[in-house]
């Protein structure tokens, strides 16, 4: 816990010393921010500590291999030695060498590990949503409830206050706190990607395969992500929103989303433009 707040300490103040600089905010970013999104979830919690740890190893690393080139130029150079050492070998340092770089690669190989063990080993769910990527909007799944809807960008003129530019959807995916989601993710046309940066999932969604996901916020609020893999003209166009609610508000949502959003299903040949609108294809 000491390391994690002297790190996240060190991070702030150099922040501090960057002029316009920002943290970034919490489910979206935020202007001339210079770190990730805050963490709503244990396994992003988990992924910006092992980032704050990298950079402590790699500033040192930085710093030392910088010292040592200075001593090299100041002192070794022809002026200051006009007679050249003929030393051939140094056991001393070359075991240094050998050892030092393999305890720091095992110091960063145990969390980084862990983390994948982590983010990879789905608990039992609470809520299952299959997300299906299609150009360029999403459709989601409640399989548990029996509905699903798609999911299309707000276009810039009708955002209501509040709503961020190029993020905000018409219809939200809706989870509970502090519940277990696992997301299934595919997708039906080319390659796409799910990504929430404040949960710390990222993953494709890639037609005819089925891959999976999870996260547990511990936080109410809204979170956006986007689109993370390359999918055609309008992939800049294609969000995520996700609603987090506490237990009642979620049993409301679920009530009136069964009747909203009965017996639809996702049309075929359906896309959408820059418009944000559904074409025929």
Not at 144 to 162: A, T, Y
Not at 185 to 205: C, E, L, T, Y
Request: hydrophobic share 50%; with cysteine.
């Amino acid at each position: 816990m000491r390391v994690q707040n002297f790190l996240v300490g060190a991070v702030s103040a150099a922040a501090a010393l960057v002029p316009m600089a920002a943290m970034a905010g919490l489910g979206q970013p935020s202007p001339w921010q210079i770190s990730f999104q805050q963490a709503a979830t244990p396994i992003m919690e988990q992924i910006t500590w092992f980032h704050d740890f990298l950079l402590v190893i790699i500033t040192l690393i930085t710093v030392f291999v910088l010292a040592l080139l200075l001593v090299v130029i100041f002192k070794f150079n022809a002026r200051a030695n006009p007679v050249p050492s003929k030393t051939t070998h140094n056991t001393l340092i070359e075991v240094v060498w050998t050892v030092v770089p393999v305890m720091i690669l095992v110091a960063i190989a145990i969390p980084s590990f862990r983390l994948l063990f982590n983010q990879l080993t789905i608990p039992a769910a609470d809520v299952t949503i299959k997300a299906t990527g299609k150009q360029w909007f999403w459709t989601y799944d409640y399989p548990d409830n029996g509905f699903s809807f798609d999911s299309l960008m707000v276009q810039e003129k009708d955002l209501k206050p509040g709503q961020p530019r190029l993020l905000a959807v018409d219809n939200e995916v809706v989870v509970p706190v502090n519940k277990v989601v696992r997301m299934q993710v595919v997708g039906a046309d080319v390659i796409h990607a799910f990504a929430v940066p404040s949960f710390g999932i990222k993953i494709d969604a890639v037609p005819g395969r089925l891959n999976e996901t999870w996260f547990r916020a511990t936080r109410e609020g809204v979170y956006y992500g986007q689109c993370s893999e390359l999918c055609g003209k309008d992939h800049a166009f294609m969000p995520i929103t996700v609603r987090v609610v506490n237990d009642k508000d979620y049993a409301a949502w679920l009530d009136e989303a069964k009747k909203k959003f009965a017996n639809t299903t996702a049309p075929e040949g359906i896309n959408v433009a820059s418009t944000g609108t559904p074409q025929a294809q």
